[in-house]
């Protein structure tokens, strides 16, 4: 599932993400999916239920990819954004240490 390279220069380990292809593309479609979602029904009403309701399931969706991958879900979140364009809503919930714990 993981593999680690040693950056001999730096003396650091770096992880990637080696998983089955067609799991890495159903994650990264759900995540384009739910990405474009949010920012169609954040540009009606920012404010709203349904835009809190799905910035909601974003985070959710991105913690149970640091749950599963740790450092490497950020692999797929870099994917679903490059593909989509848009940006990752801003939530409490954050990317890299806070998720180690």
């Not at 474009?36 to 540009?43: I, S």
């Not at 959710?60 to 797929?76: K, N």
């Amino acid at each position: 599932m993981y593999a680690y390279a040693i950056d001999r220069a730096w003396g650091t380990a770096t992880m990637h993400l080696f998983q089955n292809a067609e799991t890495i593309d159903r994650l990264v479609a759900q995540g384009e999916l739910l990405l474009k979602a949010f920012h169609a029904e954040n540009k009606k009403d920012p404010i709203g239920r349904r835009a809190e309701f799905l910035r909601g399931g974003l985070v959710g969706w991105r913690s149970t990819l640091h749950t599963l991958y740790y450092d490497c879900a950020e692999e797929i979140v870099d994917r679903v954004l490059t593909k989509t364009g848009l940006a990752f809503p801003e939530s409490e919930i954050g990317s890299g240490l806070a998720h180690a714990f």
